[in-house]
Structure formats: C-alpha cells, structure tokens
C-alpha cells in the first residue's frame, strides 16, 4: 500500500479537500482508504447501547458488526497512541492510503495552507510536504504549489507523485 498525507493547521481545509480528493482518485482506479489522526478524545459510541457497555465494562476490543459496515474499537487503556505503522497494519490492502494529521511523521505530504490563518508554513520546516495547495499565492516554496480549488490537480500530483498512472489495476501498487 502506498500512504500519502495531508497535513495543515486546523481550518485550513484539510478535511474538505480529502473528501474532494477521495472521488477523483477513485474516478482514476484507485482503490483508497484514509486514516483520520485527532487530538480529540474518539468515540463512536454512545452510552446505552451494548457495545458502549462492553467498552465501559472493561473490553480491550468491542467489534460492532452488521450488514453494512463493521468496526473494531480498541481501548488504548493507559498505553501510548500507535504509530502510523502499525495502525496501516491493521487495514485492509488497498491502492493507496490517504492520512490527514500526523503533521510530524515522515511521510509524504501535501500542506494546505491558507496565510489568512495566521499559522506558519510547515513546508519550510518539513522536508516531508512535497507539495502546498493554498488559496493565495505563497512565494518563495521550494516544493509545487497547487490551487487548493482544483481536485483534479490535486488528484494528478498525487498519482503522478506515487508513480500511479491514470489507469490503475487493483492491487499492482
């Protein structure tokens, strides 16, 4: 699997621009996945129902399954949040994997930066952004910059970046 990531401040669109991306690269033949990285406490579950009861009553994993989708919580319990590495292993093989956050690991990435945040531009400290989208012009990258607005360029830098061609066999990443 090949990983790929979006890394900015919050508000400066990563998100959005990841749930545009998603189509277009799908559109390509890509079969895609995503890690979300947050700061906040996760839950997808909500008290009274049965599985937040198995979690609360000591599980180290509750797996919620039905016709349409399944999905494992796991309780860290105590110990460190996993890395990248080991959370990719635990995901089903696909063309490529999108990660937004994890500003500081080291894989590639492309920063979406908007100056009117106010936040620095993490291109000039990491050496892992291969590439910026912005809504302004940013002068001075080292690295492509991107309209933030245009999916279909975001879609081929990342193809072209990773080696992909516009047509995609399953699996022959």
Do not use: C
């Not at 319990?77 to 959370?87: A, F, N, S, Y």
């Not at 607005?149 to 193809?159: E, L, R």
């Amino acid at each position: 699997m090949k990983v790929f990531g979006f890394a900015g401040w919050s508000g400066s669109g990563k998100t959005t621009l990841v749930i545009k991306v998603i189509p277009a690269l799908i559109q390509r033949g890509l079969s895609v996945s995503t890690i979300k990285h947050t700061h906040h406490n996760v839950d997808i579950d909500r008290p009274g129902k049965d599985s937040y009861e198995h979690r609360v009553a000591g599980a180290y994993e509750v797996l919620i399954t039905g016709a349409n989708r399944w999905a494992l919580l796991h309780e860290n319990r105590g110990e460190p949040e996993p890395d990248i590495d080991t959370m990719l292993g635990h995901m089903s093989a696909v063309d490529l994997v999108l990660i937004e956050g994890f500003k500081s690991y080291p894989h590639p990435k492309l920063e979406v930066y908007r100056p009117s945040i106010g936040k620095p531009l993490l291109a000039n400290q990491d050496a892992n952004v291969v590439a910026v989208a912005s809504d302004e012009a940013v002068p001075g990258l080292s690295v492509p910059l991107l309209r933030l607005g245009d999916i279909d360029g975001v879609a081929d830098f990342i193809t072209g970046y990773l080696g992909f061609g516009r047509a995609v066999v399953h699996g022959a990443a």
